[in-house]
Every structure is written in C-alpha cells, then in structure tokens.
C-alpha cells in the first residue's frame, strides 16, 4: 500500500503548492489591483490613522486640520474661516462621501506620501507617518470682499496674480459649510439643492461669456499681423452672419471705426467682421493658446473643472472652434454654443497682464513638513506664449480705454490704472435674463491681480453696472 | 539521540517562537516589554514537557516531530489569537489544556494496542453519525447546522466525527480491499468494483450525502468524502475507484446546488467576489471573501507586522468578520505576508509528511490506513479552509487546525494526534526490533 500512499502525498503537495500560489497572487502579484479595488476602504482607512496635514490660507490661517475621534481615526474639522473657501478647498471624508477639491488634489502630500526609500528608513527608525502641511495662495480678505459683493446671488469671482499665476481668490455662491459634509445625509440634500451649492461655478459652470469674449478675439486679431488697434471697420447694424442678422447693442450705429473704438463700446458688428476675416482657424489657434478645448492646468481635481470652448449642447461635448458647424463670428462676440469658466476668463486676462505669456494657474503655494522645512515650493510656471509683448500692450492700451471712457468706468480705481472688458450674455431676451461678466486687470503698467466676474441670471443687469464694481472692490482689496 | 530526546530538543524552537511572538505583539501594543510575555511563554512550554513527559512514559518510540510541529502550529495560533483578542487567547490556552487531558486519556486507553478499534467500529461509525446530527436539535448558523449548544459551551460535532469516520473506514477496508481489488470488472475502460461489494462504499457514500443534506455543511462533508476516497485509493490503488466516487460526489453536490441556496451563493460569490451587489447583500452575500482577499493584499511579501491589520475599528461591525475563526489565515498573511503564510503552509505539510511516513511505517493494514486517513483528514481541512478564503476554492467554513480559536478543534485535534502517534510508535518499535 505504500506506492499509492506517496502518490497521495504527492497530490497533498500539488493542493498544497496550489494554495501558496492562490496566496501569492492574492498579497503579492495582483495586490495593487485589490488595493484599488472600489470596494476595498482599506487604503482610506489606512489614510484615517495618519495625522493629516493641515491647510492654511496664504496669511497662515488655519483652514484644516485633523482630530482623532474615539476610533482612533483622524477626522477633518475645518476651521470658521475655511468657510469662505468651501468649494476650492474642498472636504476630506475619505471613509463617508469621499474627497473634492483641494484636499483630494494634495492627498498624497497630505498623508505624508513619501517614496519607497524614505517609507522604509521611516518603517525601520520607527518613525510614525505624519501629514506634510499645505500653505496655498488664497487670501482670506479678498475672498470675503468677494463673497460679500456677490451678496447671496450666484456666481463666481477669480482673481490670478498674473506673473505668477497665483490664485488668490476663488469664490463660488452659493458655497456649503465643509463640516456639514461629516454626515452623509448633509451631502445628498446639498447634492440634490436646486442652486447647487456643491459645484464650484469658478471652475465647473460653463457660462457663455459674452462680450469678454472680445478681448480673445482682439488678441487675435492684433497679433496675427492682419489688424493693428487703428484699423477701421464698418460699424453698421445689423448685418449679416452665418446667414442671420447680428445687431450692437441696442441696434446702436457704428461708422468706420478703428477696433480700439470697437472694443471700448463693444461693437458686436465689427468684432464679428474681424474674426471672419481672421477665419476660423486662426481663431481656433488663438483660442487653444488661452486653454481653451482643455481643462486648467491648476492644483484641481480634473473631475471639478470644465474645459472652455464650443460645445454640442445635445451631447456635452465639446466641437473644434475650427469646425464647419461653428459660426466663428458669433463666437468672437461671446454667442454661439460658447462655454467658458470664470477661471478661464480670469486666464484671459492674466495672460494679457502678463505680457502675452499664460502662467499655469496653482492654487497651493508650499507644502511644508511637521519641522517647517519646505518639502516643495510650487514654481511658477509658463503654459506658453499667447501673443507677443507688443501686441499684448496694445491689447492693454485698449482695454484701460474701455475702463476709463467706455463700459467698464464702474471698475475703475482712484489713482491705478484699470484694464478690462465688461460683458453681458443675454440669455432670454424677452425676460431679459441676463449673464453679466467683467474681466480685467490692474494696475495697468504693472499688473498685481487679473480677474474674473460674473453672475448667474441677473435680471436686466449689465456687466458694466453689475460685475465691474465687484471686481473693483476685490482689486482694491487685493492692491491695498 | 534516542527520539524522545529529539522531541524535547524540537520543541525548544517553538517555545522561543512563542514568547517571541507574545514579545513583538507587546511591543506592538504598549511600546514596551512585559513580562507577562515570558509567563506566557513559560506556561506553554511547562504544558509542552508535560505532553513530552507522557510521551516518554507511554510511547517512547513514536515520531519525534509530530509533537513539535503541533507545538509549533498551536503556539503560534495563540500568538495570533493573543494579537486578536487577549480573552479568545486566554480561553484558547484553557482548551489546550483540555486538549492535552484527551491526548493523555487517548494515549493511555490505547496504549497496549490500538488495534482494539476495530473491534468497536460500528459503535464508532454509528457514534459519528448520530454526533453530526446533533446540531440538527439547534439553529443553523449560516444556513448550516454546524453546532450544538450544550449549555455554556457550543460543540462542533463535526470535528470529533470526521476522527470516528476514519476509524470506521480503516477497519472496514482493511476487511475488504482484497475483494474490491479481486473481483472488479472491467466496462467501458473503467475498473469497477464488484458490485455486491460496492454496497457498502454506496452506503458510505449515501451518508456522506445525506449529511450533506441534513446539516448542509459542504465543508465537512467535501473533508469526509475527501478521506474516504483518500483510503478507497491506498487500499485498492485503483484510480478508476476514486473518479468514480468524485463523479458521485459531484452528482450530489449538484442536486444540492439547486436545491440549497447556501451553497449557490457560496458560489456565487467565489465567482466574482467584487460584484458590488454580492458584497452589499446582508446575507450569504460575498463581503467576508472580499474583504480576506483585500487583507491578504495589504500583507505583500513580507506582511505588515502583528497587530498591523485593519480588522475593526471601534464597535463598528467588523471589516474582516471571524478573523479568529475561519478567517485566520488571511489575518496571518496580512501580518505575516507571503513568508509566514507560506512558512504556516509548510509546518502543516511536515506534519502530512510525518503522517504518510508513519502510515508506510506501519506493517498491518489497518494501522496504515488508519494513518493514512487521519493524515489526509487534516490536509483536506487545511486545503478547505486555507482555498476558501484564498478564493481557490468556494468558502466553507472549517477551522484551520491547531491555529484557529475553537474548543472542539482543538480537542479533536489532539486525539488525532493521539492516534497519529500511536500508530507510529508501534510502527517504529516494530521497525527497530523486528
């Protein structure tokens, strides 16, 4: 009986080798599926016994921080001020409803991720993993300026500090009280409120952005070579585009004017008669070069921003501005299916401040360990050259008038210089329901703050009486 | 070195291994070394010389190893125990000591020749049965009757039967392997046994199915069915007997799946654990497989250290639910990683190697086979339960032996033991002094 008692031994090790490559497989060969594995809270978990990082406003002000609960899990608690920053800080509730905005962004800062070497020298030292700080760019003042001049209505101011690219106010309204979230009742009745307070209008609303649209197309216009701030175009209303009448602004009448003219009274007719002659596919080019057709590259969730650009409305999906289906004209003066962010029109703007060069839009400024030595300083950083410098200043030289004599004197500051464009999209005309924007920058000769404005269904409300004195008491602020 | 010095020198390592787990699991715990570590250890080795001592006196020439395997195996289930829960621990160590006092009586009952089994084989088998249909008086307990509540304490039959079963089955084919093997006929390519013969193997086969049927636990009955195959095998040493067996077995086992939605949804979830419909289901849904699965990939090669594994946080439900039962060993490669999973797998596949050893050794047939089924008994156990919550195989729940908490394994266990060594020391005396 011995022979078949081997070869029963011999099937024990074949199940038994069998079992050592089930456990393999499970810990070692598709671990890192399992770990990412939905389903699978472990890694959050594993994230909840680290001491998170804390958050502070550019000023150092606390804005998050974590306590341990009675699990022996950390939990976010954000403070009273972090209130005004609701939607760009975001929330960490890993473990409930998940992370957004800045806090799912700078996670892996924030549980003290640190590569392989530096984990195993931390693992054998005893070291017990800690949270790297993060200080970002937000100014807390200037962000309560905005809230208050937005004053409970829907819409979204952004200001960038041009050179740089700084962001250092991004206001949406309505906003959410971050702690509220803890408890996952509190986010499916914000998620479902009719104004929804839970999206981030600076970064996710796709507005159409009326006449600030016209500073894309003068940028094009001038350094493409075909047009200089003199040259003059006929003014007549209406004419017609793509087949359709196009009126000014209260059927006003032009003559032959030259385009700095145009921009300060935002001559519909003239602007649409440029980009029809620069041609679509020029007006793509200078579109793509501000960010258009693409999300920010700012420190933000890709899942809370929203590409610029011309969209299919039936399918939400975004069409080449170069496409046939496009009237170009239309979109030079801000109509069409156009869709921008504020953040996307405060980029507009910044990148004319900035001399024609656009700076990559962050939101935090440095991530700091538990000791205070800076772990990463975030640079700087050039996207890419829109216009050339003198075509910038030109650029400049035009929309300071339209601040100083044309529609945009509500923005205007005492002693610096202002440049901008104002905008108003009328969105149903027979109930004059309105979108009004200013974007702009100042001071002009040395831009300190570009920015962004506007609001959601101002009935009969124009950019210039609506959204210019927001952005002038929030560059006030940010100038002081 | 005679073989009991060997055994006490064997059994050194598993004491060191003892008192320094209960060592890092302290350290883990209160930073600190407590010297309730090396009582532990103390305490355990004190039992293990008490074991050796009755070893020495009543079966000097039995298998060496045997004994410190278990050690081994049993010590380090009470680390881990220990690292779950000080009062599963505390209560672990008393059913050793329970499980020693039945080694002790087994071995010294048994001691002048175990071979008096025989004579009581169908009060033994009978015996096995009616234990199996004990908890059929309770509830079930995930759509399975798997114990009985006698009092304080809750008794898992199935344990002690699958010992009665081997017992049964050794005496049984001892008597007729000849005839099966004489008188089989050849039809179709396949051997088949004589069919007034088979009349009894049916019956074997019958009960294990209508276990099956009456307490629905796939696992034991997968584990006793395993066996009986295992010794249909080494008697006869005909293939063609055990697939038709497998075939049988899996012409019930089908009959069941359709009409036991225990076992279909057992399955169910060893298909696609990760369905997020089969993981929310309160009942019979498939969290507990995930969720060992998703434990075992935190382990990685070389685990996370004791104490490391995310199993419950405050007095919420826990995340790995029976981590000291059936879920062990998944705790076990958390903690220990691929290593010390694989370093458990092999302790317990010495022991079958020990076992299969002592089952040649033997010189009569039912000694042999008597080896030979208890051995197998165990590795089937281990490959049930270690493939269930590897999602090798459907989960069933069965203890891992020696290693998870539970008192009616435990004792089992050591009778195994008991017998193993039994047989072996009249093997090797028989064997040195023939």
């Known amino acids: ?480 | 070195m005679n073989a009991r010095n060997r055994e006490l020198f064997a059994l050194i390592p598993a004491s060191l291994l003892l008192t320094a787990g209960f060592a890092a699991v302290f350290i883990q715990r209160e930073n600190l070394l407590n010297d309730l570590s090396l009582t532990y250890g103390a305490i355990f080795l004190a039992l293990c010389l008490a074991a050796h001592l009755v070893l020495r006196m009543t079966l000097p020439d039995a298998d060496p190893y045997l004994f410190p395997l278990v050690a081994v195996l049993a010590c380090f289930g009470l680390v881990m125990l220990y690292r779950l829960d000080e009062e599963l621990a505390r209560e672990q160590a008393q059913w050793f000591v329970v499980g020693l006092i039945f080694f002790t009586v087994t071995i010294v009952a048994l001691r002048r020749d175990h071979r008096v089994l025989e004579r009581y084989r169908y009060v033994i088998a009978l015996g096995g049965i009616l234990l199996l249909l004990l908890p059929r008086l309770g509830n079930p307990v995930n759509g399975a009757y798997l114990s009985f509540d006698a009092g304080p304490i809750s008794f898992q039959p199935a344990e002690l039967a699958k010992i009665a079963i081997v017992i049964f089955l050794a005496s049984y084919l001892r008597d007729t392997r000849q005839v099966l093997v004489i008188g089989a006929r050849r039809f179709a390519g396949i051997t088949f046994p004589p069919l007034k013969h088979l009349g009894p193997l049916l019956a074997v086969w019958g009960t294990a199915m209508l276990l099956l049927f009456v307490i629905q636990d796939l696992g034991s009955s997968l584990m006793f069915f395993g066996g009986f195959l295992a010794l249909v095998y080494v008697a006869t040493n005909r293939i063609s007997f055990v697939l038709i067996g497998l075939g049988l077995f899996a012409l019930g086992a089908r009959a069941l799946y359709a009409i036991r939605p225990t076992i279909e949804s057992r399955v169910e979830a060893w298909l696609d654990p990760f369905d997020p419909d089969l993981f929310q289901r309160e009942v019979g849904g498939s969290y507990q497989v995930a969720q060992s699965i998703f434990s075992q990939a935190d382990g990685g090669f070389f685990g996370q250290g004791f104490g490391q594994a995310i199993i419950q946080l405050g007095d919420n439900p826990a995340i790995l639910p029976a981590a000291h039962t059936d879920f062990i060993y998944a705790v076990i490669t958390d903690e220990l990683g691929l290593l010390g999973a694989v370093a458990v797998l092999l302790v317990y596949l010495l022991i079958v190697e020990r076992g299969f050893k002592t089952a040649m050794l033997a010189t009569d047939s039912f000694s042999k086979l008597l080896a030979t089924g208890l051995t197998a008994v165990l590795a089937l156990q281990v490959f049930v339960i270690v493939g269930g919550v590897t999602k090798l195989i459907p989960l069933t729940g069965v203890t891992l032996p020696f290693i998870s908490y539970g008192g009616s394994s435990i004792v089992a266990n050591f009778i195994l033991l008991a017998l193993l060594l039994l047989v072996s020391d009249r093997a090797r005396r028989e064997a040195a002094h023939p």
């Open chain 1, 1 to 480: 009986m011995n022979a078949p008692i081997l070869k029963l031994f011999g099937l024990v090790l074949v199940l038994f080798a069998a079992l050592v490559g089930m456990t393999s497989y499970n810990s070692v060969i598709n671990a890192e599926e399992y770990r990412d594995n939905a389903l699978n809270k472990r890694p959050q978990i594993e994230q909840a016994q680290i001491k998170r990082g804390v958050i502070r406003a550019r000023d150092g002000s606390l804005l998050a921080r974590s306590v341990k609960d009675e699990d022996g899990l950390y939990q976010r608690r954000y403070s009273a001020r972090a209130r005004r920053f609701s939607h760009v800080l975001g929330y960490d509730y890993a473990l409930g409803i998940g992370r957004a905005g800045l806090e799912r962004e700078r996670n892996a800062a924030l549980v003290g991720e640190k590569d392989e070497v530096t984990s195993i020298v931390d693992d054998l030292s005893g070291e017990r993993r800690v949270g790297d700080n993060v200080v970002t760019n937000l100014d807390p003042r200037a962000q309560q300026v905005a809230l208050n001049a937005l004053d409970g209505r829907r819409g979204s101011v952004v200001a960038l500090e041009p050179a740089t690219g700084k962001v250092r106010v991004m206001a949406s309204t309505p906003g959410f009280d971050p702690n509220a979230l803890r408890r996952p009742a509190n986010y499916s009745r914000l998620s479902q409120a009719p104004n929804s307070p839970l999206f981030n209008r600076a970064t996710q609303a796709g507005y159409a952005p009326g006449s600030t649209m016209k500073v894309v197309t003068a940028a094009a216009a001038l350094d493409s070579g075909e047009f200089t701030p003199q040259s003059t175009v006929s003014g007549k209303s209406p004419i017609i585009v793509s087949g359709v009448p196009l009126k000014n602004f209260s059927d006003r009448q032009f003559g032959a004017i030259p385009l700095t003219t145009a921009l300060t009274n935002s001559v519909n007719t003239v602007w649409a008669q440029v980009a029809q002659r620069l041609g679509r596919n020029r007006m793509a080019q200078y579109m793509e070069r501000f960010g258009f057709g693409s999300d920010p590259p700012m420190d933000y969730p890709d899942a809370q921003m929203f590409a610029s650009g011309v969209y299919d409305l039936r399918r939400n999906a975004l069409i080449p501005a170069s496409s046939r289906r496009v009237d170009i004209g239309r979109v030079a003066i801000g109509q069409e299916r156009l869709r921008v962010t504020p953040l996307q029109m405060a980029m507009v703007a910044a990148t004319v401040a900035n001399g024609g060069v656009r700076m990559a839009p962050h939101i935090t400024s440095r991530i700091v360990d538990t000791d205070g030595r800076v772990v990463e300083r975030i640079e700087p950083k050039a996207s890419e050259r829109v216009m050339s410098a003198e075509s910038a200043g030109q650029l400049t030289q035009m929309m300071s008038d339209v601040v100083r004599e044309g529609t945009g004197t509500a923005a205007a500051l005492e002693g610096i210089e202002v440049a901008g464009k104002t905008g108003t999209a009328e969105l149903n005309i027979a109930r004059r329901i309105n979108q009004p924007w200013f974007v702009g920058f100042a001071p002009r000769s040395a831009p300190k703050v570009a920015i962004a404005v506007t609001l959601e269904n101002v009935i009969g409300g124009q950019g210039g009486v609506v959204a210019a004195p927001i952005a002038k008491q929030v560059m006030q602020e940010l100038l002081r």
